[in-house]
């Protein structure tokens, strides 16, 4: 196994720059989820290059390669879309999407775990390993993605979500991914439990327009009606439970159309996270209920769309350990930081109610996520490094006639069957007017 470990981090090494330039490449022509063609390419071309046999278009636009055979089959993820945040100095001029979350490195790690397996070390594992760039896991532009669902072209808006439901994860038995950390330039690793899931909720308020001076008498306030029903979300913040780690954020996406028009057409959007399901359904119903009495109050109608957002993330502990120790074999200056939950939520989760799963995040950048400031300062601690602690894992996994992966698979119990998870999805489509 320490032979494997060290021809796969030489190999690693070896693509390095090659994968580093192509990082480069991918964050220079960010794109929004569900219209990453450009990044698919990029990634398609890479796996041919390395001469692995690839399916491309799955959801849209993600991409799939394997090597190997055998029992288990461990998966490595990457996610091919930008967030937006159009005053990243690396943003899209035209869209606003900018890699100001670190998927392009995630990519980058994926790619070099790529490079590292040929056929010759493959011999030596009982096992196959999948590469899957997966669309759409920013959950943005709700709007443009609902559209798509109404062409037929999706059915969830998540990628992750959409690949399961097409049965992309069907002979996957295992996954792993890293996740660029928040300010944290060094080498580093931070391992948790559990992270937030949520759903989301589109808001449209219709009241009745009439001119906001002369006779504002006659109309019927939407902005005020959202107002009240935002304040309705606030007031009843103090019955959500600590342990639960709530948290709904809404934002206007529409105020009106005139400033001198009475506004009859307000719309919002939330998320409505929580640390377990239980949380997030019974805090949704209090949400419509405050929006639904800010409508109440001045005589407006709402209409309220919820849409399923991603599970809580789940990790496996003991996959969760393996990671741990190859990292410190990866880089000696390695930091570990042990937490329990994180608040962000990721479709990631949604894989692991089904298979286990791990998703640490990892060092090499400054910034905060999601904000201008999230830079990448060291493309080797970023990309290369977990590229390397990762294929060491693999090698835990599917070294000794994959004993280490049975065992991790003998002792995990699914939350759902995949009929039981769509069906999951599927309740939390509604709509209340």
Do not use: W
């Amino acid at each position: 196994m320490e032979k494997l470990k060290q021809l796969v981090c030489a190999r690693i090494d070896e693509q390095a720059q090659e994968v580093i330039t192509l990082v480069k490449s991918i964050e220079s022509e960010a794109e929004l989820g569900y219209k990453e063609q450009k990044t698919a390419a990029k990634i398609a071309s890479f796996f041919a290059k390395q001469g692995l046999p690839y399916q491309t278009g799955l959801a849209l636009t993600g991409v799939k390669a394997s090597i190997g055979a055998g029992d288990v089959n461990v998966a490595i993820l990457g996610e091919l879309d930008a967030v937006l945040c159009a005053d990243s100095p690396k943003a899209d001029p035209n869209t606003g999407a900018a890699h100001a979350c670190g998927h392009a490195v995630q990519l980058g790690a994926l790619l070099a775990v790529a490079t590292a397996f040929n056929e010759g070390i493959m011999q030596e594992l009982a096992g196959k390993i999948t590469f899957m760039a997966v669309p759409a896991e920013e959950y943005v532009e709700i709007a443009y993605r609902n559209a798509l669902r109404e062409q037929g072209k999706i059915k969830y808006l998540g990628g992750k979500q959409e690949l399961i439901r097409l049965g992309e994860f069907d002979d996957v038995d295992m996954a792993m991914m890293i996740h660029s950390e928040k300010n944290q330039p060094a080498n580093s690793v931070s391992i948790g439990k559990s992270s937030n899931g949520f759903i989301g909720k589109t808001i449209q308020y219709i009241g009745e327009t009439s001119h906001a001076a002369e006779s504002p008498d006659l109309g019927v306030n939407a902005l005020n009606a959202a107002m009240l029903g935002l304040m309705g979300i606030h007031a009843m913040r103090e019955t959500f439970r600590d342990a639960d780690a709530i948290r709904v954020h809404p934002i206007i996406t529409k105020g009106g159309d005139l400033v001198n028009s009475v506004p009859a057409d307000v719309r919002l959007e939330t998320y409505v996270r929580a640390k377990t399901m239980q949380a997030i359904d019974a805090t949704h119903e209090k949400v419509d209920r405050a929006l639904q009495a800010g409508a109440m109050a001045v005589g407006a109608k709402v209409v309220i769309k919820t849409t399923p957002g991603y599970l809580p993330l789940i990790s496996n502990l003991k996959m969760n350990k393996l990671f741990v120790e190859n990292a410190k074999v990866a880089a000696s200056d390695m930091q570990v930081f042990e937490r329990d939950h994180f608040a962000a939520s990721l479709d990631m989760g949604d894989v692991s109610h089904l298979m286990p799963v791990i998703h640490p995040f990892t060092g090499g950048v400054t910034g905060e996520l999601h904000s201008k400031d999230f830079c990448v300062v060291d493309y080797y601690k970023a990309c290369i490094v977990p590229a390397k602690t990762l294929a060491m894992t693999v090698i835990d996994l599917l070294a000794n006639k994959a004993i280490t992966a049975k065992e991790v698979l003998k002792d995990f119990k699914p939350v759902f069957t995949k009929e039981e998870y769509i069906k999951k999805l599927d309740s939390y489509f509604s709509c209340k007017e």
